[in-house]
């Protein structure tokens, strides 16, 4: 028995040895293959006689199963070795900077994502959006709007004028968006409840004005909705969209040739720097100017005055967009700096809904 | 326009504060611009008296002064004004004062080693005047210690309001009381005016001279003045000319200038003796001019009115005066004009000749012609009193209009219109102290509008009096009301599609620019645009000058201003209007995309693990294509075809189309030569869609997709390499393959295309992978061997390919 404990500590001895899966199978054949020294035992068991069998049977199958375990156990630690070095060696260095993705580049211009907040608020409360086009006729953008020919009014438009179209009618870029309403009267039956948010031109530049702008135009027309409807309406606005509590507004008497009554309407707010802060402060912020529709407009879109109402108001879209977002320069808006772009730009998926937020 | 509190008070019997009165104006639609309250700015700034006045020790133009200022020992100032000596009186200011003309707060200061403990003050430090060559002087009368915005009348403080065009009734002070008197503030004054008996007829005689026209006066009164001595005029009367920035001139002057403010009425003052014959109004002539007021000489039209003496033009009519008529401080016989004038002649009168006068602004917007003899006859009175003299009676040429509006006013229209529910008696209050008259019995009121009223008209108008006598703020909000049921969608297929190809271009790493909608003419023309009638009449600067045909031109504008500030690697895009003609329908949505450098869609410039590539047609393709399919087009049915308009490379560009009549868009390289002529630097590409030219999916009953056909067999794939000639498309290739078993042939792609000796010369080869995708059975070699070569067969057919051996 004494020769078995000698092979199993050269063979443990081998398989501690065994540097990797290789040399191990290279033990294992050499103690356990066909001809392996422990095979070679076990098959010296069958010219035993039964009482050498009786001890020696068990050692040697003892030492086979011995043998055998080791070699599992080793083989298992080689592997793990082995893995951990391929590991190692296919490590990189991940602090390499990736290339940034589409989506994070892409950016939704202040304009566009206003106009969405906006028609998010509206849409919830029934409005629908309504266009006219940039080249308007003197008619819809002026005398269907009750301006009188040669008025002060008009004067104050700074109108941009295209050639007059062959019939000789008068064309114009449009001065505001307030054509879309009489557009929307002679389109569309009453009940009405629209807001036309487009582009609007005036020959105007300095600090403050462009000469292309922004402006939503608003008219409901029904049987009912008088100057607290209107009032309630741009309150509920102004909280939706500048996302606050509580909008303190003040509405001045004012005048537009189409709104009679016709009001400007002012928010209470606080300037801290770049930031405005509405409901506090003693600063007047005018946003906007309203009134109901005029009869004569009434009448212009062939609906009884005394039989129908309602209201119009206007807003400056990129100004709205300056209170709320801190852009200091309006003339930024338009000369696509990638810099301030990528500054005041939303992202692609920030998606502007009543659900979610209109700005989380 | 502006008045003082103390002007405003001669017409306003009122206790209350010039805040009140300042917030009771915005309330009521007179919308304070501004209160300039130099009592309260200049509070610190009194009269001092210079004792002595020392150069200083160590500076040539400084001297050392001391100032008694009233208070006690001689203040040490050190001073550097040319004009400071001993024994002047001016204005000192001490330290802790704010100079509004500096925009400091003063400091006890040392300078050059002397020390000084305030400042004598120029007439710009206060902000009183542009004056700043020395330090004020005042007379030695001046009292010492005294504030010296008291002392210089400055102590009233200068309401600036807005007037609404439909208001000018509010452009005198009178009309601005009457309105703060109906809402409440005080007392109205007296405004009616006592005639003028005049001595005898006025000798110069005045004619109206229209031919057979209408004539453009309705009604123009005169009368002479005689023996009267002109000269400045009063010192209440300059102190609130120059309070509201008008300079004083002379008597006559001022006094025509005061009445215009105090009472809305111009007048114009002629020196008789100046005056050849009897005054004729009537158009001008062609050849005519004016040497007028302001010292400028004005050519004048048969459109505009003037009016006449034997001498020619002598006044331009309700806008200004002649030089040559004027009155001066040798005038002793004046006649005064007092007259009415067509509103739209005057304002395009005086639009043409760019003069913006006082006169113009209220005749254009509307005079009382009730007030035209009392006005006619407070002027007398003031120039009686001022300047002495007789009058004559007064000459009337035309007739002087009487508008008597009456409407019928139901009461229930305030209620209709503005939801605050007052009491008739409320609104007959509001409507009489405004100077409507009010007769009747509710419901139907009938209420008669005050001829300085030429705004109101309707019954509307007589509702916004009510209310914003009232107040706005009485009106109660008032929910809107929303549908009962969930919200519908209220957006059009074009808006849904706008807003989605914005959000789908900023997804592929396009930045959204939004561009002017005008552009240069050149670049208007170099783009298919520049037709005359897109083209601005009056355009705000020659860049800007032609409505866009494309949105491209601005996008490669915008790209090259940003590489010249240092970012040459952009991508832009814009989704807006193009105008093609004037009509509404010819102008369309375009989304635009524009890629400038190495700005591709997986970034731009270099990289570890590989620098991005110059952007190509490529880009753009890939750019249009991914847009069209999110906003879901049948891009399937779509065909790409070479080549693109003008500002396109020629042989890298392409058109989308549904045939040739319905064109999607364009993508490719820019044109060199365009580049050239908008004087920008590529590489550029991009690609414009035309949102408008997409077709509209069709409507369906359901929602429901059809069933997926999930085959459970494995697809197959076979790669062919076709040779064919270098121009062969390969578009044509894959249609020719696909076409080969449409039921079998589920895909196929071109995975290579190589050029080389090896293929020969104009030749290249093609690799294109072909997906077979078997419905029942797993397919036998055969059956692949047969659809390849029908596959192969097919493409040549088209091409006349060979497979590459």
């Given amino acids: 028995m004494a020769d078995l404990d000698a092979l199993e500590s050269d063979i443990r001895q081998a398989i501690a040895g065994a540097a990797d899966e290789a040399a191990l199978e290279a033990v294992r054949i050499a103690a356990l293959g066909k001809k392996g020294s422990v095979s070679e035992r076990l098959k010296g068991l069958g010219a035993m006689s039964p009482e050498e069998r009786k001890t020696a049977g068990p050692a040697i199958n003892g030492l086979r199963d011995r043998v055998t375990e080791a070699i599992a156990a080793r083989r298992a630690v080689l592997k793990a070795e082995g893995l951990a070095a391929r590991l190692k060696a296919e490590a990189v260095d991940v602090t390499l900077p990736v290339r940034a993705s589409a989506l994070d580049s892409g950016r939704i211009h202040p304009v566009s994502q206003v106009i969405d907040e906006i028609t998010a608020i509206f849409a919830d409360l029934g409005f629908s959006v309504a266009e006219g086009p940039d080249i308007e006729t003197d008619y819809y953008n002026f005398t269907a709007l009750n301006f009188p020919v040669g008025h002060p009014a008009r004067e104050m438009h700074d109108t941009f004028f295209l050639p007059p179209a062959a019939d000789g009618e008068k064309l114009l870029l449009r001065t505001h968006t307030s054509p879309v309403q009489m557009r929307t009267m002679q389109r569309q039956a009453p009940p009405i409840r629209i807001i036309a948010p487009g582009r609007t031109y005036r020959n105007d530049s300095d600090q403050t004005h462009t000469p292309m702008f922004h402006q939503v135009e608003g008219l409901v027309i029904d049987r009912s909705s008088h100057i607290g409807h209107l009032k309630w309406l741009l309150e509920a606005f102004c909280r939706a969209f500048f996302e606050v509590e509580k909008v303190e507004m003040r509405l001045r008497p004012s005048f537009f040739p189409f709104t009679e009554p016709s009001m400007e309407v002012d928010i209470r707010c606080k300037r801290v720097g770049n930031e405005v802060r509405f409901g506090e402060g003693d600063d007047w912020l005018e946003i906007l100017g309203c009134g109901m529709v005029h009869p004569n407009v009434i009448r212009h879109a062939g609906l009884d005055p005394d039989e129908y109402q309602g209201f119009a108001f206007g807003m400056g879209i990129d100004r709205i967009a300056m209170l709320k977002y801190g852009m200091p320069d309006l003339r930024a808006f338009f000369d696509a700096d990638i810099r301030w772009l990528a500054h005041y730009g939303f992202r692609p998926l920030d998606l502007p809904t009543l659900v979610g937020g209109l700005s989380s | ?805």
């Fill in chain 2, 1 to 805: 326009m502006k008045f003082t509190l103390s002007w405003l008070k001669e017409h306003l019997e009122t206790e209350a504060s010039l805040e009140a009165i300042g917030d009771a104006l915005t309330r009521v639609g007179l919308e304070v611009e501004g209160i300039e309250d130099k009592a309260k700015a200049l509070a610190p700034f009194t009269v001092a008296y210079v004792v002595s006045a020392e150069q200083h020790p160590n500076a040539d133009r400084l001297r050392v002064c001391m100032v008694d200022t009233g208070t006690g020992e001689p203040v040490q100032v050190v001073c550097g004004a040319p004009n400071a000596r001993a024994g002047m009186k001016s204005v000192f200011s001490p330290p802790g004062t704010y100079i509004p003309g500096k925009d400091i707060t003063l400091a006890v200061g040392t300078i050059r080693g002397v020390e000084s403990r305030g400042m004598l003050c120029s007439a710009a430090e206060l902000e009183i005047s542009e004056d700043h060559d020395g330090i004020i002087e005042l007379p030695a009368d001046a009292p010492v210690g005294t504030p010296y915005a008291e002392w210089a009348g400055l102590a009233d403080p200068v309401i600036d309001i807005a007037i609404t065009p439909n208001r000018p009734d509010c452009l005198g002070v009178h009309g601005v009381a009457r309105d703060l008197a109906a809402a409440g503030l005080g007392r109205l004054a007296d405004g009616d005016v006592a005639p003028v008996a005049g001595e005898g007829p006025c000798p110069v005689a005045v004619r109206f001279d229209f031919g057979d026209e209408p004539a453009l006066s309705p009604a123009f009164a005169l009368r002479l003045v005689r023996g009267v001595r002109n000269g400045p005029s009063p010192d209440w009367m300059q102190a609130k000319l120059r309070a509201i920035g008008l300079r004083p001139i002379n008597a006559l002057v001022d006094i025509t200038n005061y009445l215009t403010y105090d009472r809305n009425r111009p007048l114009h003052v002629f020196d008789a003796a100046k005056v050849a014959g009897d005054l004729v109004v009537r158009r001008a002539r062609a050849g005519e001019s004016l040497l007028a007021l302001d010292g400028k000489t004005y050519a004048l039209d048969e459109k505009m009115c003037v009016i006449a003496d034997d001498n020619g033009v002598e006044s331009l009519a309700g806008i200004m005066g002649g030089e040559a008529s004027g009155c001066s401080d040798e005038t002793v016989d004046v006649l005064v004009e007092s007259a009415l004038w067509e509103p739209l002649n005057i304002a395009q009168t005086g639009r043409k000749l760019g003069i913006n006068s006082d006169a113009r602004y209220r005749f254009e917007r509307g005079i009382d012609p009730a007030f035209t003899i009392p006005g006619l006859d407070l002027a007398t009175r003031l120039i009686m009193e001022i300047c002495g003299g007789v009058p004559s009676e007064i000459v009337l040429a035309g007739t002087i209009p009487e508008p008597r509006l009456q409407l019928a006013f139901p009461v229930g229209e305030v209620t209709r219109l503005s939801g605050i529910d007052p009491s008739v008696e409320e609104i007959g209050a509001i409507l009489t102290a405004l100077g409507f008259t009010v007769a009747g019995e509710a419901p139907v009121l009938t209420v008669g509008v005050p001829s300085w009223r030429p705004d109101i008209d309707g019954k509307a108008d007589l509702v916004e009096e009510v209310v914003r006598i009232l107040g706005i703020d009485r009106v109660p909000s008032t929910p809107l009301g929303k549908s009962d049921d969930v919200s519908r969608p209220v957006l059009t297929p074009l808006q849904v599609r706008t807003r989605r190809a914005k959000r789908a271009l900023a997804a592929r790493g396009l930045v959204e620019a939004v561009t002017w909608s005008f552009v240069a003419k050149g670049v208007a023309e170099a783009f298919g645009g520049g037709a005359e009638a897109l083209a601005l009449a009056n355009p705000i600067s020659p860049e800007m000058s032609d409505m866009r045909p494309s949105l491209l031109p601005g996008l490669v504008l915008a790209a090259q201003r940003n590489a010249d500030r240092g970012s040459a690697d952009v991508a832009l895009f814009e989704v807006g209007q193009i105008f093609r003609g004037i009509r509404p329908e010819d102008q369309k949505i375009a989304a635009t995309g524009l890629r400038r450098g190495t700005a591709g869609v997986s970034g731009s410039g270099r990289h570890w693990q590989g620098a991005a590539a110059p952007v190509s047609v490529f880009d753009a393709k890939a750019d249009a294509l991914s847009l069209l399919e999110a906003l879901g087009a049948p891009v399937d049915k779509f065909q790409i075809v070479a080549g693109a308009p003008s500002w396109f490379h020629p042989g890298r560009s392409g058109t989308i189309q549904l045939g040739p009549q319905t064109v999607i868009g364009h993508f490719g390289e820019l044109h060199p030569a365009t580049l050239e002529a908008l004087d920008v630097e590529g590489p550029l590409a991009g690609f414009e869609i035309i949102l408008d030219q997409i077709p509209l999916p069709r409507a369906r009953p359901t929602k429901t997709r059809p069933p997926l056909d999930a085959q459970a067999l494995q697809p197959v794939t076979r790669d062919f390499a076709f040779v064919v000639d270098r121009t062969t498309e390969a578009g044509k290739i894959l249609k020719a393959a696909l076409s080969a078993d449409k039921a079998l042939i589920a895909a196929a792609s071109v995975f290579d295309v190589f050029e080389g000796a090896a293929i020969g010369e104009g030749r290249k080869s093609v690799a294109i992978e072909v997906t077979l995708r078997p419905t029942d059975h797993t397919l036998t070699d055969a059956e692949i061997d047969a659809v390849s070569a029908k596959i192969v067969a097919q493409v040549a057919k088209a091409t006349g390919a060979v497979l590459r051996g």
